[in-house]
């Protein structure tokens, strides 16, 4: 590719710093985790995502709800998974900018890149979908509201289904 050594090293080692990346015997691989290590990471998303939700709720100004509300709407007619899981991708992100706080943030974006290995390829059974769509709205309305202890509320229900799904397609080997 015509790239000097450093910058390739440098990447390489970020890539093993942000924890996607493990040291071998000729360089690198990618780091494969176990399903207790993918457990541990969502009880830190969970965590985070509340927090988020609780400080979006309190700190959110109209241009954060109306990026919010525009990708919930989104979602509604979106039948392409790839688009959907971006979508959903997307939604999550909007309360992160939303809490105005950049050291959760980051420590998302740590988490997303961690947990973006285990994540499905497809968006779900039609039920799921429906299910997704309901939670994100109950969690929009909540930060609508200013009301941090339910957009908390909604967010748990929110996040530990989907930590639930992930956890059981790690068990079914996919």
Known sequence: YDVSRTPV???LAHLEQDGLLGRSAR?????????EEVVELFEAR???ELAVAETAAA??????????????????????DL?????NNTFHTAPRQAAHNRAITDLMQRLDA??????SRTGGSAEDKALTFAE????????????????????LIHVSRSRDLRIDALARGE
Request: net charge neutral; hydrophobic share 45%; proline share 0%.
């Open 114 to 119: 961690q947990l973006a290995v285990y994540d």
């Open 27 to 35: 360089g690198y691989t990618v780091r494969q985790r176990s399903a």
């Open 83 to 87: 688009a959907l899981i971006a979508l």
């Open 136 to 155: 994100h709205g109950r969690i929009l309305d909540a930060v609508r509201a200013r009301d941090g202890k339910r957009a908390q509320e909604e967010m």
């Open 59 to 80: 700190r959110h100004t109209v241009l954060d709800l109306a990026r919010l509300t525009h990708i919930h709407e989104q979602a509604e007619d979106i039948q392409d």
């Open 9 to 11: 090293r440098s990447a």
């Open 46 to 48: 969970i965590i985070l």
